[in-house]
């Protein structure tokens, strides 16, 4: 078995993926995985850029890319102004001022988006998309309370798996851990195979001592998305954790093979070299 050191190092990464998973519901915006190419409803809640491990380094602080789909288009922030004739704020749309918000988002300018969503919805005050941005902003800037309160909004006005996803991680925040399932459950119920619900059901089942469960909603994630490394480690440290010592270690070998270069590979390695020597002194 693994020491208390050891076991503690496997729970802290194990913890350390969730997040990574919870950003991608925010960059899938609240559409199925296909759909994601094409359209963004949500800024990630966090500042990496894929449900990639490596992205869930310790530069966690810098400031986030435009997500995929979230481009302005003809829209020049330069000239976007109160009193521009040409792109006057009281003329756009919704979805203009969420372009807005989300390119001042991605320049790290969190006061100037956050003044834009709440301009946005003083005129479209029923806009889930706008209430899930800005809810999504807020769970990136750890004001979790904010988070809950907008992305129930969001909610109440249009039902969406990626909002919920975020949902459930901003409950989470507050350790509503069974709240937090039962959002994640209601996200597979409308699209059984959207990874991040997958993704993060997986780590909250393991949170709450469902290993199985967990294993299981690791399984589906690979079944949807086998060429995504974060699911193989996670799964790793559940059939380690089950006793299935041999098959943990292969998980981990794929991990390593499929993870880019980085802090979370090089974690990988080091675990991998522990669990082998575990392996070989119990034989």
């Not at 769970?139 to 919920?164: C, F, M, N, T």
Request: charged share 25%.
């Amino acid at each position: 078995m693994l020491d208390y050191r050891q076991e503690m190092m496997m729970h802290r990464y194990l913890l350390a993926l969730f997040v990574a998973a919870a950003m991608a519901a925010g960059i899938a915006g609240c559409k199925s995985k296909s759909e994601a190419k094409t359209k963004t409803a949500a800024p990630p809640p966090v500042t990496a850029a894929s449900t990639d491990p490596s992205a869930a380094s310790k530069n966690s602080s810098s400031p986030p890319t435009l997500p995929p789909g979230a481009k302005a288009g003809p829209l020049d922030l330069s000239k976007v102004g109160p009193h521009d004739e040409t792109y006057a704020h009281e003329s756009l749309s919704a979805d203009k001022w969420a372009e807005v918000a989300l390119m001042y988002q991605a320049k790290g300018q969190y006061g100037e988006a956050l003044s834009t969503l709440d301009q946005a919805l003083a005129h479209y005050p029923e806009s889930a998309h706008l209430y899930a941005i800005r809810g999504a902003l807020w769970l990136q800037l750890e004001e979790y309370a904010k988070a809950v309160a907008d992305l129930k909004k969001s909610l109440e006005l249009q039902e969406d798996p990626g909002v919920r996803v975020n949902y459930a991680e901003a409950l989470r925040r507050f350790n509503r851990k069974n709240e937090a399932l039962e959002n994640l459950d209601r996200a597979l119920e409308d699209q059984p195979d959207y990874f991040p619900a997958l993704f993060n059901r997986g780590v909250l089942r393991y949170e709450l001592g469902d290993n199985e469960g967990a294993l299981a909603d690791f399984n589906k994630a690979i079944e949807v998305d086998p060429e995504a490394a974060a699911p193989y480690f996670n799964r790793a440290a559940v059939l380690w954790l089950l006793g299935k010592k041999k098959e943990a270690i292969a998980d981990l070998d794929t991990f390593i093979a499929k993870a880019p270069k980085g802090e979370w590979r090089d974690t990988a390695k080091d675990l991998r070299q522990t669990w082998q020597e575990q392996l070989e002194a119990d034989q």
